[in-house]
């Protein structure tokens, strides 16, 4: 007999785990699944989360608010969701592995998105976001870079503007190209005019370290050093189960703008990064929010009064 659920949540990260609480002080049968690789499980120190004036770590974070969602009897099952379809009855999810179907009425989708990373072997790219010199977020720590020696990587639009926006908080910036440099005459003057520095040679050799970021050029033999590095490389949206649902993309790959409020498909809402460029903890944290009011609405409106 499959599991057979009011409210299912793919997703154990900041968007995930506060639909859930709200779910499960709504007092509905709500379970979240996640398969474990919530981004905020990966941040060292993050202080711009309202509340945390001394800072939080990302897992210290996410385990409390686990707890909370728990706490107030929302259920935690770890599996990858492999295929999501709509049926007479409302959704069924498979899960990896055993093949097992859950069954729910409605559907929160808080399923994240995957960073494009340098060529870093995995284990030397946690080291060097564990020692603070890898960095994905300028909007989240840019005010802990203030007048320090800044590289960002990935010379197109993007790494011009993620560039000039680290500029409020120190002039020594340099763009470097991770393969070519895509830099238009329009942004090389916007940079030059803002004294950022734009290398053209490509990225031959990664070495982060303890004591900064170096960056072998390709054809120079002393590398160039950086206390951080952002790479600015782009992100890929999970949307692998909202595109098998019908869910068209925006063009910058998330779900579309208003889908915690509510999406095509009765019944289905999504929140967090997977439905928003801006890629923050508050921002998951409000959406998950919406979209399990939303769904509890949604809910409430097939029921009869007093259910
Ligand atoms: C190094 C780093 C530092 C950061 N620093 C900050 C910061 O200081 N401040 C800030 O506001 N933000 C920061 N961020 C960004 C922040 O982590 C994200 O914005 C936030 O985690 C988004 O929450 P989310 O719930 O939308 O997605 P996530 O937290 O990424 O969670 C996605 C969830 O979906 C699950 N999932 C996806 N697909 C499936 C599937 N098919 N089956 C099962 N489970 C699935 C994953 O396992 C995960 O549980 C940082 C990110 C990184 C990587």
Redo the contacts with the bound molecule.
């Keep these: 007999m499959a599991e057979q659920w009011e409210c299912v949540i ?8 506060s639909a859930a609480l709200y779910m499960a002080r709504f007092r509905r049968r709500v379970l979240v ?12 120190v ?4 309202p509340g945390f004036p001394d800072g939080v770590e ?1 897992p210290g974070l ?1 385990d409390r608010m686990r707890r909370h969602a728990v706490e107030y009897g929302a259920g935690m099952r770890e ?4 295929q999501a379809r709509r049926g007479d009855e409302g959704f069924v999810l498979t899960l990896a592995d055993t093949r097992e179907q859950l069954h729910a009425a409605s559907l929160i989708l ?4 995957y ?1 494009q990373q340098p060529p870093l072997e995995e284990g030397v790219h946690e080291a060097a ?1 564990r020692a603070g010199v890898l ?3 300028p ?3 840019g005010h802990e870079q203030i007048d320090r020696c800044i590289g960002v990587i990935g010379a197109d639009g993007h790494g011009a503007r993620e560039a000039l926006f680290l500029r409020r908080f120190s002039a020594d910036i340099t763009l470097v190209p991770l393969h070519n440099s895509e830099v238009t005459a329009k942004d090389r003057t916007r940079l030059q005019q803002a004294g950022i520095r734009v290398v053209d040679r490509p990225v031959a050799h990664h070495a982060p370290g303890e004591d900064g970021y170096r960056v072998q050029l390709d054809g120079d033999d002393q590398p160039l050093r950086f206390d951080v590095v952002y790479p600015a490389l782009g992100v890929r949206q ?1 949307t ?2 909202a595109v098998m649902l019908g869910l068209e993309l925006g063009g910058d790959g998330t779900t579309a703008a208003d889908s915690p409020l509510g999406t095509p498909v009765p019944g289905l809402y999504c ?4 439905a928003e460029g801006l ?6 944290m409000g ?2 929010a919406l979209a399990a009011t939303r769904a509890h609405n949604w809910l409430r409106s097939r029921e009869a009064p007093g259910e």
Excluded: K
């Design positions: 793919v997703g154990a990260g900041p968007a995930g785990l699944v996640h398969d474990g690789r919530s981004r905020a499980l990966r941040i060292p993050t202080r711009n989360v990302g996410v599996a990858e969701v492999v808080a399923t994240g998105l960073l976001l960095r994905y977020c909007i989240c720590d999970r692998e189960l929140a967090g990064d997977i890629d923050q903890i508050s921002v998951a959406h998950g």
